[in-house]
Each structure stands twice: as structure tokens, then as C-alpha cells.
């Protein structure tokens, strides 16, 4: 959100990828700025979760380049991207199941070197539903809970960005609330840019900074969170509005 | 009956060590791995070559200690044993199933191929060893004979504490230390494992090796407990399975109550049928198992 070149912490430029022979992307531009919340919505099927997994270079690229705090990060794997500060929670099985939720932020912390408990203490404080069930199994938790655990282990690595996949997909509606101030929390309290991929598209610009809409595998609009509410074409086709 | 049921206890923690081994492979490697029994068989030879050969030409002869029918040259060559087949296993993978998981080749594919490590371990042990069985030591096997018309060798009190020792290690170092909780992560979520920065391949190397050496000790402590022959490993592989089905595959707690049931149903069948139906019993305990309860006694693990 500053004014200076060295605001922009992310930049997607032209990426085109997919799976296999199927081309998914078909050239999708976009930036996230630091300190911001940047929504990504769209129909079904219009890549959006292609894209994050793109960046986290989960699904290779094909052609474009991704550039995060201004290094080229376009053909790297995932374990190497997670070094430099990008951390990525996936939609579905984002927990260790078996491990206590503990365990689970130990794993997140796996890469690090030094003592990590400062950084615990402080997810612990940020999510204190979950500091009461340390010694609990993941697994056992109910759906908010397991995803509160999915994001402490994402932040172990104090990442300075969090790619989230639809955060809020097969929570009850009281819960997807509770996820959404969280996200907020995690960027203002945390200081962390967040890039997410929301089908409660409403909800997530409500949140956002700014918001790109994908259709197709390509960006169609862009802009604040509060113009893509208020244009109409877009509250029609994706808002239920 | 009481003595049957405390040497299947016996019979039971020998079965436990090689189950753990085989549901943490199954749940680090994703397949069956039908060599376990033969992995066994292995380690018991090459006890048996460091006892028998390799300690007495550096003349080192084993003496029994107190009523043991071995003395210290036994319990010193569970370290080679264990790192050789430890060694073994690694090999069979860098030769046979990784080739095959980077071709992306379906479990079963992995399982068969398993199988047939399994026959190629066995042939060599009987082209190098003979189809005779042998025992560990000369010496003389002392009974204890206790209350309740049980009667125990002091021998098998130190294959007892062995394979509990060793069970329990194993569990201290996949609950206590970063690397054993690496490698339950890896078995619960391969690709968040993943994204967190754990090395997949260094901890398949990691659990083979483990895998290995506590297949060895159990297969040496079953010599220990009746004889060495080529076939003792491969015969223990349906009580194995069995374990680790009855305790819920992939689940480490459930493979130690696993063995523990299937060692004394196993001995206490003998009280009603001949013992040569005891391969039959785990057959039958598994396919109940099966069909009753597919996930196990204690619940499949792997579902999030």
C-alpha cells in the first residue's frame, strides 16, 4: 500500500499453464502489493486455484514469469519458493490429521533452523481457540478449527505472503465469518499479504484491498474491493446480487 | 492354557516388531511390502554368520550367560544384522521400488514387485545357507517351570525385553523427535509434507532402513525363540499382515495390539487344532477383520 516501487511484493505477468496437455491459464496478469488483500474470484473452473498453484510452482508454468520481492520465481519447486517467504495453504487436506495441532505447527516450522517457539506463542495467541487443544489430533478438530490450524502452520515460517485457497469452502456460515476476520487479523496484526482464492465472492472482497476476476483463464476486471462490489455486470454474474 | 497364552505373548511381541515396521512402511511407501518376512529371514542369517563364523574367527566364542543359552557375541551381532538388512532394504529400493514410484506405477505393481524381492532374498539365503535349519548356540536350553503349568526358557525373557526395548524406541522416536514426526506427517499428507519443506525421498531412505533393522531383530529373536531356517520369515508374513490389518494398516498403535491378539490366538489354537493350522488362524482373523471391520479395531488413520 505505499507509494514507492518497492510497495509491490508480487507480480504474475502474463502466465499461461495447466495440466498436462490442458491449457488452464491462458495468460493471466496480476500484482499484489505489500500489506494488501487480494481476492480472486470467478465461475467454477476459471482457473482460480490454478493460479495460486502456479505461483507456488505446484503447477509449472508454461510461459510468463512470476517475480516475488523482485526475484524471478517462475521455475522454482514449491520446497524452494517456501524459502523465500511465500507460504500456501490448500483448499482441502491442509492438516496433518494424525498430529496433534502442536505438531502441526512444529511441521510448519520444519525448515527452520532456529528456535521457532517465539513464533508459536505468538499463532497461539492470534488463534486461542486452538492454544486449548494443543495435545489434540488435528484430525479431531471441527472444520474452523482444523483451518485455524492450517493457517498457523503456514505462518511457522513468518512467510511475508500467504497464497489461501478458498479458506472459507465447506465451513457453516457462521464459521466462514470467523475465517474471514481471521485473514484480516493475519494481515493487520501479522503484517502478512494475503493473496486468496474465494467462491464466497462477496464475503472476500468485503475483506480485500483489491480483487481481480478470472474468467476463462484469463483476468477480466480489476479493482478495489469496494468498486468490484458496486459494478453491476460482476454483482449479477458472481455476487448472487 | 496359561502357558500357551504367555508363549504367544512371546510369539506376539516377535510379531509386533516386524508389524510396526511393516505398517510404517505401508504408510510412508503406500504398498504392501511382501519382503518383510524374508527381510527377516535375512537378519537371522547374518546373526547367524556373525555367530557362527565371522565372532569365532576372530576368536571370539560366545559363552552362555548365567541360565541363557547365549552370551554376548549373540547380543552384539543384532547391530550387524540389523544395519545389513537395514542396508538391504535401502537397496532394494534404490533398485527396484524407486524406479518404479518415479514411473508412477500403481501400489499393487509395487506390492508384486515386493514379492519378488521376497523369492530372490529367499534364494539367496538358501544357495548360501542350505535348506537345514540351525541353531543360534550349542548350549543348553534351561525351562523354568512356573505356577499355572507355565513353563519358560530364560531365553525367552530376553527376546520379551528386546523386542519391547526396540518397540518402544521406535515409538519415542516418532513421537519425540522431529524426524519421527516428519515421517507421521509424511504418512498423513504426502503433499503438504511437502510444501512444508520435509525431503520425501531422504525419509523413505530413513523408514527402509528402520523398516529393515527392526525386521532383522525380530527375525533373529524368532531363531532365538525356535530355530533359523529359510523359510521362518516367509511364514510369519500372513501373521504380519494379519497384525497390521487387525490394528488398522498404516496405524502404529493399532499393529502393536495387533501382534500382541494375533500371537496368543495363534498359541492358544494349538490348545484345539494342530499347530500346523496356526498360518490358517491368522488367515481366518484376517479375512473376519476384512469383513467386519476394513479399517481395523482401532480406526484407519489415513482418512482427514
Redesign the interface.
Known amino acids: 500500500m505505499t507509494e514507492n516501487g518497492s510497495g509491490r511484493l508480487l507480480e504474475v505477468a502474463d502466465v499461461v499453464s495447466g495440466y498436462g496437455e490442458m491449457e488452464i491459464l491462458h495468460g493471466v496478469t496480476l500484482h499484489v502489493d505489500r500489506g494488501e488483500i487480494v481476492s480472486l474470484i470467478g465461475p467454477n473452473g476459471a482457473g482460480k486455484s490454478t493460479v495460486i498453484k502456479t505461483i ?1 510452482g ?1 503447477v509449472p508454468a508454461w510461459s510468463g514469469q512470476v517475480v516475488f520481492d523482485g526475484e524471478p520465481i517462475t521455475a522454482l519447486p ?2 524452494q519458493i ?2 523465500r517467504g511465500i507460504s ?1 495453504v ?1 483448499q482441502v ?7 496433534t495441532v502442536e ?1 502441526n505447527l ?3 516450522a ?2 527452520r533452523e532456529d528456535d521457532f517457539r517465539p513464533q508459536m506463542e505468538r499463532i497461539y495467541q492470534m488463534f486461542p481457540e486452538i492454544a486449548d487443544r494443543r495435545r489434540t489430533p488435528a ?1 479431531k478438530l471441527s472444520g474452523g478449527m482444523r483451518q485455524m490450524v492450517a493457517f498457523g ?1 503456514a505462518m511457522m515460517l513468518e512467510p511475508q505472503m500467504l497464497l489461501l485457497d478458498e479458506p472459507s469452502a465447506g465451513l457453516a456460515p457462521l464459521v466462514v465469518e470467523l475465517i474471514f476476520e481471521t485473514v484480516v487479523n493475519i494481515n493487520r496484526q501479522a503484517g502478512v499479504t494475503i493473496l486468496m482464492v474465494e467462491q464466497n465472492a462477496r464475503k472476500a472482497l468485503e475483506i480485500s484491498h483489491r480483487g481481480y476476476v478470472l474468467v476463462d483463464g484469463r483476468n477480466r476486471v480489476e479493482g478495489t474491493g469496494r468498486e468490484l462490489l458496486a459494478n453491476e455486470e460482476i454483482g449479477r454474474l458472481f455476487l448472487g446480487g | 492354557m496359561a502357558n500357551l497364552v504367555v508363549s504367544g505373548i512371546i510369539l506376539g511381541s516377535i510379531i509386533t516388531l516386524g508389524a510396526v515396521g511393516l505398517t510404517l512402511l505401508y504408510g510412508i511407501v503406500n504398498f504392501g511390502n511382501f519382503a518383510h518376512g524374508d527381510m527377516m529371514t535375512l537378519g537371522a542369517y547374518i546373526a547367524l554368520l556373525m555367530t557362527a563364523t565371522i565372532f569365532p574367527a576372530l576368536g571370539l566364542v560366545d559363552t552362555p550367560i548365567g541360565p541363557l543359552s547365549f552370551g554376548w557375541v549373540m547380543l552384539v551381532s543384532f547391530l550387524p544384522a540389523m544395519g545389513v538388512t537395514g542396508l538391504a532394504a535401502i537397496a532394494a529400493d534404490r533398485l527396484v521400488y524407486r524406479r518404479l514410484r518415479e514411473r508412477r506405477v500403481r501400489p499393487i505393481m509395487l506390492a508384486i514387485a515386493a514379492l519378488a524381492v521376497a523369492f530372490v532374498m529367499r534364494s539367496v539365503i538358501y544357495i548360501l545357507w542350505g535348506a537345514d535349519f540351525h541353531f543360534y548356540s550349542q548350549g543348553l536350553r534351561t525351562t523354568w517351570k512356573l505356577p499355572l503349568g507355565i513353563t519358560l526358557r530364560p531365553d525367552q525373557v530376553v527376546v520379551l525385553v528386546v523386542a519391547w526395548a526396540m518397540v518402544v524406541g521406535l515409538y519415542t522416536f516418532l513421537q519425540r523427535t ?1 524426524t519421527g ?2 515421517l ?2 509424511l ?3 504426502p ?9 520425501t525421498e531422504r525419509m523413505i531412505t530413513l523408514t527402509w532402513f528402520i523398516g529393515g533393522a527392526m525386521a532383522a531383530a525380530a527375525g533373529i529373536l524368532l531363531g532365538i525363540d525356535s530355530q533359523v531356517r529359510p523359510e521362518m520369515g516367509w511364514l510369519m508374513l500372513l501373521p504380519l499382515f494379519a497384525a497390521v490389518i487387525l490394528g488398522g494398516i498404516g496405524n502404529a498403535y493399532g499393529a502393536l495390539a495387533g501382534g500382541l491378539i494375533l500371537g496368543v490366538v495363534q498359541q492358544v489354537s494349538t490348545a484345539f487344532m494342530s499347530p500346523s493350522y496356526k498360518p490358517a488362524v491368522a488367515f481366518i482373523i484376517m479375512i473376519l477383520v476384512l469383513l467386519v471391520r476394513p479399517q481395523g479395531i482401532f480406526g484407519g ?1 489415513k ?2
Not at chain 1, 487436506?93 to 498430529?99: D, K, M, V
Not at chain 2, 503433499?191 to 525431503?199: E, F, K, N, W
Open positions: 507456488f505446484l514449491p520446497e517456501v524459502r500456501y490448500p487436506e491442509n492438516i496433518f490429521p494424525s498430529l505438531e512444529e511441521m510448519g520444519y525448515l484430525g502452520r | 522431529k514426526k516428519a507421521r506427517a504418512a498423513d499428507n503433499d503438504l509434507a511437502r510444501v512444508s519443506g520435509i525431503a488413520s482418512s482427514s
